[in-house]
């Protein structure tokens, strides 16, 4: 991004929350999660105030590890991947914003969404976990780490299309490790799955 | 990067589509897991994460770093996000490639200042990247890219040509880009897996024409070289080859080859480090039929970029040694590499393998990871970092 883009990208931020001072917009790239906060306001009508939406299909990204949601921020605004709500809001972010919202929302706590799973799938996707290493790289309870995002007590129809979505090799991804592996699962263990990774606790 | 760590822990995640798996069994193991025996499975080894954000030069610890006598490292250019295989354009600019960001960039030196640029944005890992008669070529994943007459035009770069698709099933396949004497593009297209019986689009360096015809294999069983160079004086080729994961801390290594004509087999996936036989693949195969390598370069350290030394600069013996950044392991309990190596080869005698710059990890703490090399017109040396993003300058002052 060029210097004069990146400062258009951060004043449609300011004008958007209208609440900016010049200082958060310019200086040192040190991480300022009370800047943050301010500038995830927009965020709030979809994902909540804390980073906890409630709407079907719309992830919740409280306690998600920052640099999955930097990463993810950085690949929605560059195209390389598309969604029709979430495009628009990720281009108005400017470069030194994305480490502040990131930051924010890894320090909120992530509350379970409603799901009603079934216990039967929920006790055969646990094993699945385990057998194809899901808990390597997302962590032993699947809370994330890195670049790798919680899984656990995310919303049931968001996992299952993102899932689906590596397994079509359709879903974008970051390094292509998920696409990878996503192909040794079936429909029905992306299914248990699915009903695991919704039925665990979201914060440690 | 690789295993990506998104860092070398990249190198190895690499991996291709379930569709190459060696069998059922196996294809249901992820990318960088896959070969590990059960023993190993609890292991809490995992690729270390790629920052989302380069590091500011003030927060470097290029102090850290230990050099020999003489000789002094500085930040060259901070802010580049990535930061991978660098490639010189005629006006002096630096062009450099990235994986996990998606980025190409030209750095622009203003007396003393450096300025970064995005030249290229959004692409699918474009680790590789070459300049030749005023056009920068970029191999991302999918495709190799041509940019025409690109220092005329860093701020509004033109539309890429597409000069060649790469095999469809290459998905996880990052790319070393490189100019042969003959004057064809070389690049690797490494193994779809840690440890898998590969398709012959897979395992190999290949090169093809400046305009994209002519595709050819030129080396084979190679599980995945993301460095090469031509001997200054013999003008043959020398590559750098990561080890597969999960054999243990102390095997294999990852290896420096010679490929003095096309043609040879390196041993992947029967035979590694030239004596170790695969316990999968290597059954019913003896490591005396590939061309062994010629130097081994420490297990797990992710040998990357590789150069050999052609300026004035530094002190005489260094003429003609390979430089070779080891960009450090992820599949190791105590961290290896983190280091820049030189290798003298010598006529009759084993090549002598030594540690030029050391100090990029304090115990396991990763204080940079040097990836790629290129010499500046005054004999200096550029490293990049695609930890810290950054690039920098080792120069020599008797």
Same mark, same amino acid.
């Given at each position: 991004m060029?210097s004069?883009?990146v400062a258009?990208a951060v004043l449609?931020?300011?004008a958007?929350l209208g609440a ?6 310019t200086g ?10 301010r500038k ?19 992830p919740?990204i409280a ?7 930097h990463w ?6 560059d195209g390389?991947?598309?969604d029709p709500?979430m495009?628009p809001?990720a ?6 914003d ?5 930051a924010f ?9 409603p799901?009603?799973?079934?216990p ?5 996707g646990?094993p699945l976990?385990?057998?194809?290493h ?11 780490q890195g670049?790798?995002p919680?899984l656990?007590?995310q919303d ?5 299309k993102?899932l689906s979505?590596y ?18 699962l079936?429909a029905?263990d992306i ?8 039925s665990?606790?979201?914060a440690p | 990067m690789?295993p990506?760590?998104l860092a070398?822990p990249l190198?190895?995640?690499?991996l ?5 798996w060696?069998?059922?069994?196996q294809a249901?193991q992820p ?7 059960p023993s ?6 995992a690729p270390?994460?790629?920052?989302p954000?380069?590091?500011?030069a003030a ?7 230990k050099?020999?006598?003489?000789f002094?490292?500085s930040?060259w250019?901070d802010g580049?996000s990535?930061?991978?295989s ?5 006006r002096?600019t630096?062009f ?8 190409v960039?030209?750095?622009v030196d203003r007396?003393?200042?450096r300025?970064v640029?995005?030249v290229a944005?959004?692409?699918?890992q474009?680790s590789?990247?070459?300049?030749k008669?005023g056009?920068?070529?970029?191999a991302?994943?999918?495709r ?6 690109i220092e005329?035009?860093l ?7 597409v000069?060649y698709e790469?095999?469809k ?10 100019l042969g004497?003959?004057?064809k ?5 490494? +193994? &779809?897996c840690?440890?898998c019986?590969?398709p012959?689009? %897979?395992?190999?360096?290949?090169? !093809?024409?400046?305009d994209?015809? *002519?595709f050819e ?6 599980r995945n070289?993301?460095?090469?160079d031509w001997?200054p004086?013999?003008k043959?080729l020398?590559?750098?080859n990561h080890g ?8 294999p290594?990852d290896t420096l080859h010679? +490929? &003095?004509r096309p043609g040879l087999h390196?041993?992947y996936? %029967?035979c590694?480090?030239?004596? !170790?036989?695969?316990?999968?693949? *290597?059954?019913?195969?003896a490591c005396s039929?590939f061309?062994p390598?010629?130097l081994?370069?420490g297990?797990h350290?992710a040998?990357?970029g ?5 300026g004035?600069m530094f002190?005489s013996e260094?003429r ?8 450090g392991?992820?599949n190791r309990t105590q961290k290896?590499g983190?280091r ?7 006529p009759?005698?084993?090549?002598r393998?030594?540690v030029f710059?050391?100090?990029f990890?304090?115990?396991?703490k990763?204080?940079g ?6 010499w ?8 990049s970092d ?7 300058r080792?120069?020599?002052q008797?």
């Amino acid at each position: 991004m060029t210097s004069r883009s990146v400062a258009l990208a951060v004043l449609s931020v300011i004008a958007l929350l209208g609440a900016l001072t010049a200082a958060a917009t310019t200086g040192t790239p040190a991480v300022d999660v009370e800047a943050g906060r301010r500038k995830a306001e927009v965020c709030a009508q979809c994902h909540g105030p804390d980073g906890n939406a409630t709407a079907p299909g719309t992830p919740s990204i409280a306690g998600m590890p920052a640099f999955y949601t930097h990463w993810q921020l950085i690949m929605y605004r560059d195209g390389r991947r598309r969604d029709p709500q979430m495009t628009p809001f990720a281009e108005r972010l400017g470069e030194g914003d994305l480490a502040d919202v990131a930051a924010f929302y890894a320090a909120q706590r992530a509350t379970a969404r409603p799901a009603s799973t079934d216990p039967a799938r929920v006790a055969a996707g646990r094993p699945l976990a385990e057998k194809f290493h899901c808990t390597s790289c997302h962590g032993p309870r699947l809370l994330g780490q890195g670049q790798v995002p919680r899984l656990a007590g995310q919303d049931f129809d968001y996992l299952m299309k993102r899932l689906s979505g590596y397994k079509a090799k359709s879903a974008s991804d970051l390094d292509g490790m998920m696409t990878m592996v996503a192909q040794g699962l079936t429909a029905a263990d992306i299914e248990s799955l699915v009903h695991f990774m919704a039925s665990l606790p979201p914060a440690p | 990067m690789s295993p990506s760590r998104l860092a070398r822990p990249l190198t190895v995640l690499l991996l291709g589509g379930g569709l190459l798996w060696p069998s059922a069994a196996q294809a249901q193991q992820p990318a960088w897991k896959q070969g590990q025996p059960p023993s190993m499975s609890t292991s809490p080894l995992a690729p270390i994460p790629a920052p989302p954000s380069p590091t500011p030069a003030a927060q470097i610890p290029v102090d850290k770093i230990k050099l020999p006598p003489g000789f002094k490292i500085s930040v060259w250019a901070d802010g580049i996000s990535n930061a991978r295989s660098m490639t010189f354009g005629d006006r002096g600019t630096v062009f450099l490639g990235s994986r996990v960001a998606g980025n190409v960039y030209a750095v622009v030196d203003r007396g003393g200042k450096r300025e970064v640029k995005v030249v290229a944005k959004g692409l699918m890992q474009p680790s590789g990247v070459l300049f030749k008669d005023g056009a920068l070529y970029v191999a991302e994943i999918p495709r190799l890219l041509k940019f025409e007459n690109i220092e005329a035009s860093l701020d509004s770069p033109p539309a890429p040509k597409v000069l060649y698709e790469y095999p469809k099933e290459s998905h996880h396949n990052w790319r070393y880009l490189a100019l042969g004497p003959d004057g064809k593009l070389y690049f690797n297209m490494g +193994a &779809p897996c840690n440890i898998c019986d590969p398709p012959d689009t %897979h395992a190999n360096i290949s090169r !093809i024409n400046l305009d994209g015809t *002519g595709f050819e294999y030129y080396a084979r069983g190679v599980r995945n070289s993301v460095g090469f160079d031509w001997h200054p004086v013999t003008k043959e080729l020398y590559f750098t080859n990561h080890g597969r994961d999960w054999m243990g801390d102390d095997v294999p290594n990852d290896t420096l080859h010679h +490929a &003095p004509r096309p043609g040879l087999h390196f041993g992947y996936p %029967h035979c590694h480090q030239g004596d !170790i036989q695969d316990p999968d693949f *290597g059954a019913g195969r003896a490591c005396s039929e590939f061309a062994p390598p010629l130097l081994k370069l420490g297990p797990h350290v992710a040998a990357m970029g590789i150069r050999f030394y052609t300026g004035s600069m530094f002190p005489s013996e260094y003429r003609h040694r390979a430089f070779i950044a080891l960009k450090g392991s992820w599949n190791r309990t105590q961290k290896s590499g983190y280091r820049i190596m030189t290798v003298e080869l010598r006529p009759g005698a084993p090549p002598r393998y030594e540690v030029f710059a050391d100090g990029f990890r304090d115990g396991d703490k990763v204080l940079g990871r040097p990836t790629y090399i290129q010499w500046m017109p005054d004999g200096s040396m550029l490293v990049s970092d695609d930890y810290h993003g950054a690039i920098y300058r080792i120069t020599y002052q008797p």
